[in-house]
């Protein structure tokens, strides 16, 4: 049987190509992670950084040994406190600030100190700011003195009354600070922000004698 030839410039037409098959496959959550997107770079760029912080404050425990800055007040004096409409004052402390490392100086950039009788504040003074070497104790001697209009509710002159027959008043002083640390010579850290609350039990003095007896020294309470 003779074969069909088929010339080149005649036209063929061999089965049809079929469409190519379309995956209709759901999306799991993880899938849009799989080829390191965005969303997985950045987990692995927080995930670098987290770790990097944490061998960074291992090292400066290790290098530097920090320890924990002690604050008291070891004096006070309260030679007025009165209340009828305003509430008339003169206190002064002696606080003392402890810095026991060997290698970490600290910075005081601001320090604001505010006295408050219960959760009512009467005064704030601004201290002189400084720097606090290794090994350091620094005595600071903020003095409220003045009036203060001050409303007081009816527990709260209760207390007061209370407290101006025993002789002793329940006052609380806050020192507001902005400070950093210099560890080692050179490498200083970014400003924090501590609170400090002393809360102290003050005796009046009164003629030069204080009836219920002496004031006794404090610790406070520090958040570094």
């Not at 030839?5 to 959550?29: M, N, W």
């Not at 490392?101 to 005081?108: C, D, F, L, R, S």
Request: with cysteine.
């Amino acid at each position: 049987m003779e074969e069909k030839q088929f010339h080149l410039d005649e036209a063929y037409y061999g089965p049809s190509i079929p469409p190519p098959t379309r995956s209709y496959r759901r999306h799991r959550s993880d899938d849009w992670c799989d080829d390191c997107g965005s969303c997985c770079c950045l987990i692995s760029f927080l995930l670098q950084l987290i770790g990097l912080v944490v061998v960074t404050i291992a090292l400066v425990f290790l290098i530097f040994h920090p320890s924990k800055v002690k604050i008291h007040v070891t004096d006070a004096s309260l030679t007025l406190f009165n209340f009828t409409t305003t509430l008339n004052y003169n206190l002064a402390l002696n606080i003392t600030i402890r810095n026991p490392n060997k290698m970490i100086g600290i910075y005081y950039d601001s320090i604001e100190a505010s006295a408050f009788f219960g959760d009512r504040w009467f005064g704030s003074v601004s201290l002189t700011p400084f720097y606090q070497g290794h090994k350091n104790t620094t005595v600071l001697g903020p003095v409220f003195e003045g009036q203060q209009l001050v409303s007081l509710g009816a527990s709260d002159s209760s207390v007061f009354n209370s407290e101006k027959s025993a002789g002793v008043y329940d006052i609380n002083v806050k020192l507001n600070l902005r400070i950093r640390f210099k560890l080692g010579n050179y490498l200083k850290t970014w400003r924090i922000k501590p609170e400090i609350k002393c809360d102290l039990k003050v005796p009046l003095i009164s003629n030069g004698e204080s009836r219920p007896g002496t004031f006794e020294a404090t610790k406070c309470h520090t958040s570094f």
